[in-house]
């Protein structure tokens, strides 16, 4: 996940560590926050894989600067687009995803999103299964996956909000036949959902 977020950001332009950490917080609006700890170690891998490149800075401090190689843009792709993993891991991980969709194509950005939200309504249902079948837990636990069934379907409601921005955004740019074929379509499946 840190090798996602830190190609992302030397997509953008070079950096050195502390701009990353910095930039790594302030794109992700404070949800994630990399310890230096870990950060370093990423890039000297992210190096050694020739993903990223090193260069001693100038002034006084001299602090090395990073930059990404054709092998690191073709891995952040990669890794932009794949498969999510099981666990709950995989929210954060999408988290970081999503901060860097603006590099794929519109109908790659719908199928992640979709593919997201399909998962989320199989944790959804798994959940509400839970509900109905827990007779022996407590107050607490039941207000815990209560919670968890509240902030999933908010999570998909939210999805379902920018897999419609997306469609529509994408329906704006498309040639005029294109946006009434789409337009069309997006209709009937309105319709049957």
Same mark, same amino acid.
């Given at each position: 996940?840190?090798?996602? +977020? =830190?190609?992302? &950001?030397?997509?953008?332009?070079?950096?050195?560590?502390?701009?990353? /950490?910095?930039?790594? /917080?302030?794109?992700?609006?404070?949800?994630? $926050?990399? /310890?230096?700890?870990?950060?370093?170690?990423? %890039?000297?891998?992210?190096?050694?894989?020739? +993903?990223?490149?090193?260069?001693?800075? @100038?002034?006084?401090?001299?602090?090395?600067?990073?930059?990404?190689?054709?092998?690191?843009?073709?891995?952040?792709?990669? &890794?932009?687009?794949?498969?999510?993993?099981?666990?709950? @891991?995989?929210?954060?991980?999408?988290?970081? $995803?999503?901060?860097?969709?603006?590099? &794929?194509?519109?109908?790659?950005?719908?199928?992640? %999103?979709? $593919?997201?939200?399909?998962?989320?309504?199989?944790?959804?249902?798994? =959940?509400?299964?839970?509900?109905?079948?827990?007779?022996?837990?407590?107050?607490?636990?039941?207000?815990?996956?209560?919670?968890?069934?509240?902030? @999933?379907?908010?999570?998909?409601?939210?999805?379902?909000?920018? =897999?419609?921005?997306?469609? &529509?955004?994408?329906? =704006?740019?498309?040639?005029?036949?294109?946006?009434?074929?789409? /337009?069309?379509?997006?209709?009937?499946?309105?319709?049957? @959902?």
């Amino acid at each position: 996940m840190i090798e996602l +977020a =830190i190609l992302g &950001l030397l997509k953008e332009r070079p950096m050195h560590g502390y701009q990353l /950490s910095r930039e790594l /917080s302030d794109q992700l609006g404070g949800l994630w $926050r990399v /310890s230096f700890g870990s950060l370093y170690p990423s %890039l000297r891998r992210l190096e050694r894989q020739g +993903a990223i490149t090193s260069e001693a800075g @100038t002034g006084a401090r001299r602090k090395t600067v990073y930059a990404i190689t054709e092998e690191g843009e073709r891995m952040f792709l990669e &890794l932009l687009e794949e498969a999510p993993q099981e666990g709950q @891991t995989e929210d954060a991980r999408f988290r970081v $995803r999503l901060a860097f969709f603006r590099y &794929l194509p519109p109908e790659t950005r719908v199928r992640l %999103l979709e $593919r997201r939200r399909n998962a989320l309504d199989t944790r959804l249902a798994e =959940i509400k299964s839970h509900l109905r079948d827990a007779g022996t837990t407590d107050d607490y636990q039941r207000a815990l996956v209560d919670h968890a069934r509240a902030a @999933t379907e908010a999570d998909i409601a939210w999805l379902n909000q920018l =897999i419609r921005n997306e469609r &529509l955004r994408s329906e =704006i740019t498309a040639p005029v036949g294109e946006r009434r074929r789409a /337009s069309a379509t997006l209709r009937r499946k309105e319709r049957t @959902t």
